[in-house]
């Protein structure tokens, strides 16, 4: 019999906010610990919470962003548990009136090759719903400390639908949801900074069944690949339990990304088992059409829509870019805006130049010297002119690396830095280049006989002593068209 995967994803965001959920000490990492705290987070006699509005902007962007319904009213409940990470013994959280209804995450899989664009297709989601965090264990040898800096930072939760197929799915969803969050400028999305958490829910059923089978819910998946991996090998043990005559237990198991092998922890936790009541120390939250509207226009052209644009024609507003530099361009909204700052100087035409330049030569200088892109010296103007002078003729392709070389560490316009160095290509309408390839078609009879007889390549054969004679500064298409003119005259 075979068998499909249901795979269901919670992904917890911490929101990027200056201070907590419901008070305003401030929200912050790698900071001494238990700093962060004060009497509402410690959950002292008497402290009251009030709502952070800057989160609340935060949660209804993504929804936007995310195509989710916003409710018009929101209410906040209790979660209640008790486990050493929660001062209060209970989590301010939403349960049946969330913020974000619906919506959808647009994904792309893999390709059948690297530079190859992929399947899409869109992930339901269920809810994005607002809540604080817990504090954070610290297990040793000797116990476990609890640090409560973490405690009452903003949190959202997107829960998606039971929608996902399989791990490679469920790789590509949370690469598509983290590029959308850190676009809109929600948060990080650091999974190394806790920013980014992910729980998977995994089922299998016979292929053809409707019905849900039993959910295992995966606990520690603190990277992208460890949630693919993680839920590869939940799929492949679930198969191999019911091959061999078992049956799914719905549980909580831990996932050690480094041994690739997970250990059951606990029962799973039903809804009822929380007690969820409404908070009485917070009210409901309204969000009325011009709450929405002005936080819609703040948002940012959405990834793929940018993709798309990016590869349209130029006749239909775009750059005409291939898959493989558009893929590499716009998981970084950062470098995807300031290629669009160079493009837009070029023009259309010399878009998919100005591409190469950042995706080849940019990124490796950024990569070499451990920079952002904030802190570079070189400037999406002067990375046009670089262009437009290559494309003029002016400057060759090779000589452009020197060039672009210097830009980069001292931040030099490139005119500047071709009339110091003396890297401007020779004069291409002179006599002396119609000589060089007068004297190479002599010289070279074979390779014109070959290009006669319609072997294009053997045009290369040609170019090089022309090159050879100009040491190098001779415009490659000056060169290619007076040898094509003089050989067309044979």
Same mark, same amino acid.
């Given at each position: 019999?075979?068998? !499909? ?25 790698? *900071? ?5 705290? $004060? ?6 006699? &008497? ?29 906040? $409940? ?6 050493? @990470? ?24 893999? &390709? ?19 809540? !604080? ?16 800096? *973490? ?10 639908? /039971?929608?996902?197929?399989? =791990?490679?799915?469920?790789? +590509? ?39 849900? &089978?039993?959910?295992? !819910? ?32 719905? #549980? ?22 929380? *007690?969820?009541?409404? @908070?009485?120390?917070?009210? /409901? ?32 507003? &775009? ?14 909204? #950062? ?29 490796? #200088? ?14 999406? =103007? ?17 000589? +452009? ?29 002179? =006599? ?20 006669? =007889?319609?072997?294009?390549? +053997? ?21 290619? !068209? ?9």
């Amino acid at each position: 019999m075979q068998y !499909e995967a249901v795979i269901g994803l919670e992904v917890h965001v911490q929101i990027k906010t200056r201070s907590k959920m419901f008070t305003r000490v401030a929200a912050g990492y790698g *900071r001494p610990e238990n700093t962060l705290t $004060d009497p509402v987070v410690l959950a002292m006699p &008497g402290a009251l919470p009030v709502m952070n509005r800057a989160a609340v902007d935060s949660i209804i962007k993504a929804g936007l962003m995310l195509g989710c319904a916003i409710a018009p009213v929101c209410k906040w $409940d209790r979660k209640n548990y008790f486990y050493p @990470d929660s001062p209060k013994n209970y989590q301010i959280s939403q349960y049946d009136q969330p913020i974000c209804v619906g919506g959808a995450v647009e994904i792309e899989l893999p &390709g059948p090759a690297r530079n190859v664009m992929g399947e899409h297709k869109t992930i339901p989601l269920t809810r994005i719903h607002l809540e !604080e965090d817990v504090g954070k264990l610290n297990h040793g040898a000797g116990g476990s400390l609890i640090d409560y800096n *973490r405690a009452g930072t903003p949190l959202m939760e997107i829960v998606s639908d /039971p929608a996902l197929r399989s =791990a490679e799915e469920a790789h +590509a969803y949370l690469q598509s949801l983290r590029t959308s969050i850190v676009y809109a400028g929600i948060s990080d999305c650091d999974m190394e900074k806790g920013q980014l958490r992910c729980d998977a829910n995994v089922s299998i059923r016979p292929v053809g069944e409707t019905r849900l &089978g039993t959910k295992v !819910e995966l606990k520690n998946l603190n990277s992208i690949a460890f949630v693919r991996d993680g839920i590869a090998h939940e799929i492949a043990r679930q198969i191999a339990v019911v091959k061999a005559g078992g049956v799914i237990v719905q #549980e909580t198991r831990d996932y050690d990304g480094l041994t690739g092998t997970s250990q059951s922890l606990r029962s799973k936790e039903m809804a009822h088992d929380y *007690r969820y009541f409404p @908070d009485p120390d917070v009210m /409901p939250g309204k969000v009325d059409e011009a709450w929405k509207a002005r936080l819609d226009a703040e948002l940012p052209e959405r990834p793929f829509d940018k993709q798309r644009r990016f590869m349209a024609a130029e006749a239909d507003g &775009g750059y005409g870019l291939p898959y493989t530099l558009a893929s590499v361009l716009i998981p970084d909204r #950062e470098i995807a805006d300031w290629f669009e700052r160079a493009a837009k100087l070029t023009g259309p035409a010399l878009a998919q130049p100005v591409g190469n330049w950042i995706v080849n030569d940019l990124q490796r #200088e950024l990569a070499a010297a451990s920079v952002s892109l904030a802190d570079v010296k070189i400037t999406p =103007a002067a990375l046009a002119d670089l262009v437009n002078l290559i494309a003029a003729g002016t400057l060759l392709q090779n000589a +452009a690396k020197e060039v672009f070389a210097e830009m980069f560490a001292t931040g030099e316009p490139p005119a500047a830095v071709v009339a110091r160095k003396g890297l401007a290509a020779a004069p291409t309408d002179s =006599a002396e280049l119609e000589t060089w390839c007068r004297e190479s078609i002599a010289a070279n009879a074979k390779a014109v006989a070959e290009f006669k =007889a319609g072997k294009e390549s +053997a045009l290369n054969g040609l170019k090089g002593p022309v090159m050879k004679a100009a040491k190098g500064k001779a415009n490659p298409k000056a060169v290619d !068209e007076t040898l094509r003119r003089l050989l067309a005259a044979l």
